[in-house]
Structure formats: structure tokens, C-alpha cells
């Protein structure tokens, strides 16, 4: 694949992740208290992701996948629906879309439109991880993006630190929470090496959803991914047709493997164009 081909996946799904925070954060950790009667707690703080069975959004990103700036010009059009369906569609500030991505349980296809490209038989999370650095299937993403974390959270200890009650979920995930206008809710939360944040909530379900992985560029470095997504646009519950996963592909289009996608980085940032002062 091209280095012009990267700049054309980089118009892609990252519209779901926005801008490289410098900002350091830290979850909070220790023994802390044991928190017995947390279920009525822990219900009301993911009562509204939990009845999210389709999403419906508009998704802006910014930040670094992979070890790689994103651009941040193409926004994506987001359609989740329970239990693993997705349709992704990378727009452009200009012109048609410039990819799609659709996938069903168990099937997944990324069309690459301005390279004429297509990749079939591969799963959707193993597209996202080459595109933006986080390996999220279309049931884990839909959870991620409103605020529940894991599909089905289902608790089993829970503990105080300080303001937080931190909540121990099956699978090995962590859910935190904070009491926010008086009422907990999931701020934040740790699954398969993935740290994620949630803030701007509005009508129970966050607007603004940041993710940085626990591994790093070096022992002293930043993280190797640090995406921040903000979500427009948003509506929930209003299921696509099936038609919606799954594409036409034309009869010109050639196909690509994985390891051709994974070659050309997770979309790169187009190069920034020197300004007068830089000539100087």
C-alpha cells in the first residue's frame, strides 16, 4: 500500500477518537474499603448505556493510535446494533466517503474507496486495531462509546477509594465510579490493557470518550495509544435495516490482506505544511 494509501485510511474510522491530551491521568488503586451493598449503585450508574442495543453517532477523534498522530479532518458516521453489527463510514471534509467498514457477527469487510482496496474475512476487531491502535469487536465498541464499559456488565466485589467506588466486573474488567449531581456514575474504567474515560455526559450517556493503552513507546514515553472521542449526533435505539452491514463492492475494487493494512500504520496524520516562519 502507497504512503498516499495511508493518508486515505487516515481519513477513516478516526473520527472516533480526538486529539493527543497531554494530561496524565491515573485510576486509583489500592485495597480501599470493602463496599458490600454496591448493587443498587452500580444499577443506577449504567442503567442508560445498558439499554442501548443500537447507537447512532457521529464521532470526531483525535489523539495517537498505535504510536501514530491521527487526522483529525474525517469525522465517522457510527451505526452499532446488539449484539456484534457496525457500519462505519469515514467522511471526508470533502467528496464521498472515503471508506467503509461493515461487519456482522462473525464476518467483517473494510472498503477503501479512493484506492480502489478491499479486505474480507478478517475480524472487525483486528481492522480497528491496524486502523487506530485499539482492538475493539462491533459489541465491545458499541459498550465502550456509551458508557458501559463491557457488554452485560456483571459485577461481583466492589470497594471504596477515597471518593471512588471501584467495581470488579466478570472478564477482568474494572469499572470506576463517582458520584456526579448526586447520582454514581461509570467515569472510568480498565479492560484488556486499555484505560478508558468518559465526561461530558448528557442524557446519562458521555459525549466524550478517551482511551489510553498501558503500553508505551518507551519505559519514559507516552502512551502508544491515547485517543480521545467525541460523540455528535447522537441517537439511540432506532435499529438499521440489515441491509446497512453489508456492501456492494465493486468489480474493480482489488483486495489487500491484513499485514497490507497493518503496513501502513494506523492512520497517519497528513504532513503539515510548512509555514512561512518554518522557511525562515
Known sequence: MTRLGVVSIAILLPAFLVGCATTRLRLPDGPGAPLPDFMPLFETAVAECARVQHLDALIRLRGRGGGTALNTRVRVRAGLSAPG???LEGLAPFGAPVFFLVARPGEATLWLTREKRVLRDVPAADILES?????????ALRSVLTGCLVEDPRPTTARTIGDWVVVELTGGAVAYLQRIDGEYRLTAGSRDGLAFYYSQFLGGLPREVRVISESRMDADSEPVTDLTASLSQVDTNVALPDSAFSIDIPSDVMPMTLRDLRGAG???????????SDAR
Do not use: I
Open 85 to 87: 453489527s457496525a457500519r
Open 131 to 139: 486502523l487506530v491502535g485499539v482492538s475493539l469487536d462491533p459489541g
Open 266 to 276: 494506523p492512520l497517519d496524520a497528513p504532513p503539515q505544511t510548512p509555514t512561512s
